[in-house]
C-alpha cells in the first residue's frame, strides 16, 4: 500500500514509522530539521510494546514528488487544516483514502471540502507521541485509534486500512459509529485542555480541588448537551465512563495544547474548545463554562500577544 504521511510530528511520525516498519510503502512529509534527519539518518521511534527501531524512510516537502497514493494520513495541527488540504491535492487519485487523525471533529469535512468527501473517512487517536528531537518519534502513551466510514458501517476500505494497521502492530478499531467516538475524544479533550490552560495545573491538582473538578465536569456536560444537539448518539453511560477513565489517569498529565501555550506556539483553540461554544450557539445549547474558558485563552490563539508599552 502507498501511504503519504502528511504531517511527520508526534503522530504522523508514530504511525508512519509503524507502518513502513510492517512494510508499506511509506513517503514523510515534512519539512526543516526533522525532514533532513529523515533523509539523512533515517527514522527513529521509540515504542513502549515494540521497542525503539530505527529505518530508512523516503520523505520530501512537496506533495508532487509523491504523486497519488492509496492512503493519506492527515496529521497536521488543526489550524493548517485548510491550506494543507489545498497542498494534498497531486496525492489524490480516484481510490485514494484519507484518514484525518487530528484533534476535534469538523476535519474531515474540511478535507472533504477542498478534494472532495468519498475521499475521506473519520479517525481519532488516543496515542500520545511527540518528536523527541528531529528524526525521533517518542511514544508516551500507547492506545487505540479509530477509524470508519463517517456515516458508519464498515466497507472494504476501512477493512483493508484495518488489516494494514494490524499488520503493523498498533491497536486500531473500527465502531459502529465513528463520530461517536471522534466526540468522545473531543469531549474529554476539550474540557480537560480548557480547565487546564487556564489553571496551569495537571490532572490531579484539577481533580483534587472541588471547584475546580465542577469546573471539569460542568464543561463536560456542557459539550456532551452539544453532541447530542448535533445528532450524536453519544451513549447513556458516557460521563460514568469518562469519571472511570479520570480515575486511572496519569496525576501529572498535561495536554499538548498546554506545552503550546507555554512556549508561546498558536494553539487548536478553535477546533478543541470553540467548536463546544460554536456549536453550542448554532443548536441553541448554553456552554456558560466553556465560554468563559475560551474566552480567556481567545488572546493567545496566534501565540503569545504581544502587549503594548506604555
Not at 471540502?113 to 487517536?125: A, D, F, Y
Not at 525521533?136 to 483493508?160: C, F, M, N
Request: net charge negative; proline share 7%; aromatic share 6%.
Amino acid at each position: 500500500m502507498r501511504v503519504a504521511i502528511v504531517g511527520s510530528g508526534g503522530v504522523g511520525g508514530y504511525y508512519g514509522g509503524m507502518l513502513a516498519r510492517a512494510g508499506e510503502n511509506v513517503t514523510f512529509i515534512a519539512r526543516g530539521a526533522h525532514l533532513d534527519a529523515m533523509r539523512i539518518n533515517g527514522l527513529t521511534v521509540k515504542t513502549a510494546h515494540v521497542g525503539e527501531f530505527t529505518i530508512p524512510v523516503k520523505a520530501t516537502n512537496d506533495p508532487n514528488e509523491i504523486g497519488p497514493v492509496d492512503l493519506v494520513l492527515f496529521c497536521v495541527k488543526t489550524y493548517d487544516t485548510d491550506t494543507v488540504a489545498e497542498l494534498i491535492r497531486p496525492l489524490v487519485g480516484r481510490e485514494t483514502v484519507i484518514l484525518p487523525l487530528q484533534n476535534g471533529v469538523e476535519g474531515p469535512e474540511r478535507i472533504g471540502r477542498v478534494v472532495g468527501m468519498e475521499h475521506v473517512i473519520g479517525g481519532t487517536t488516543y496515542v500520545s507521541s511527540k518528536i523527541e528531537s528531529p528524526g525521533v518519534i517518542k511514544e508516551i502513551w500507547d492506545h487505540k485509534a479509530y477509524l470508519g466510514e463517517l456515516d458508519g458501517g464498515l466497507s472494504p476500505r476501512t477493512e483493508q486500512l484495518l488489516k494494514a494497521f494490524e499488520r503493523s502492530e498498533v491497536a486500531v478499531e473500527i465502531p459502529p459509529d465513528i463520530r461517536v467516538a471522534m466526540w468522545g475524544k473531543l469531549l474529554g479533550v476539550s474540557a480537560f485542555t480548557a480547565v487546564c490552560c487556564v489553571t496551569r495545573l495537571p490532572a490531579a491538582a484539577i481533580l483534587s480541588c472541588p471547584e475546580t473538578a465542577a469546573l471539569f465536569w460542568g464543561a463536560m456536560e456542557e459539550g456532551l448537551a452539544v453532541a447530542r444537539a448535533s445528532g450524536v448518539a453519544m451513549p447513556d453511560n458516557f460521563l460514568d465512563q469518562s469519571r472511570a477513565i479520570m480515575a486511572g489517569i496519569n496525576p501529572m498529565l498535561r495536554p499538548s495544547m498546554y506545552y503550546d501555550l507555554q512556549a508561546g506556539k498558536p494553539l487548536e483553540l478553535e477546533d478543541m474548545i470553540g467548536v463546544v461554544v460554536r456549536l453550542g450557539e448554532k443548536h441553541d445549547v448554553p456552554t456558560p463554562l466553556t465560554f468563559a474558558m475560551y474566552a480567556a485563552l481567545k488572546p493567545y490563539v496566534n501565540g503569545t500577544p504581544a502587549i503594548p508599552q506604555r
